[in-house]
Structures are given as C-alpha cells and as structure tokens.
Nanobody
Framework: QVQLVESGGGLVQAGGSLRLSCAAS????????MGWFRQAPGKEREFLAS????????YYADSVKGRFTISRDNAKNTVYLQMNSLKPEDTAVYYC?????????????????WGQGTQVTVSS
C-alpha cells in the first residue's frame, strides 16, 4: 500500500520560509518521479515542481521558480520543497505526488499517488 505523508506546513509571515517534507512508503521510491502541487480554496490544483528519479532534473511552475526548490533523498524515501520569500498568495494545501514514470510531470493527471496534504498559511 503506497503512502505519501506530508509534513512541515504551518503559519508563516510574508517573506518567511518553510520546508515541506513528504515521506513515501510502499513503493520503489527511486523509480518514481516526485512532485508537489497546491490547492487554494475555490481554485484548481496547481502544479508546482517535479523531480526526476535521481534528482538530476527538476521542473518548476513559473509562479514559484526562483523561490521554491524541490529535492529528494532516496536513502530516506523523502522529497522536500524548500519555500522561500513566501507570499500571502502561496496560502494553500500543499500535496505531494508520485508517478511511476521516467518523465517529469506537470499535471495532476500524469501522477499516480497523492498524499493527504499539509496546510500552508502565509500572513501579510
């Protein structure tokens, strides 16, 4: 049974930083592309970033490029999202996703597994 468990969300002031973690189990982590999405109230789920099996390739949405960094530790079966220079519009539930694919994904339909989400709230 595949499980993706996010952690690290919380309340932060604008301009601050948070690091999200996603611990995976029940899958061959090093054979899955990993990524992050978010969903704000009343909005569609938005792609943020994805990372290749070994972490050598990454892809970011324009909205977070230069502020967010995705990384992974295959020894710990964990993917991270370092978020800097946070803005109130970054407030959302953040989801980890996995896909058994050799290609980076940019849409929710290209993923296979999801975590339960972690809330990030950025105050102004």
């Amino acid at each position: 049974q595949v499980q993706l468990v996010e952690s690290g969300g919380g309340l932060v002031q604008a301009g601050g930083s948070l690091r999200l973690s996603c611990a995976a189990s029940g899958l061959t982590f090093s054979s899955h592309v990993m990524g992050w999405f978010r969903q704000a109230p009343g909005k569609e789920r938005e792609f943020l970033a994805s990372i290749s099996w070994l972490g050598s390739q990454t892809y970011y949405a324009d909205s977070v490029k230069g502020r967010f960094t995705i990384s992974r530790d295959n020894a710990k079966n964990t993917v991270y999202l370092q978020m800097n220079s946070l803005k109130p519009e970054d407030t959302a539930v953040y989801y980890c996703a996995a896909a058994r694919s050799r290609y980076l994904f940019t849409t929710a339909t290209d993923t296979g597994y999801w975590g339960q989400g972690t809330q990030v709230t950025v105050s102004s």
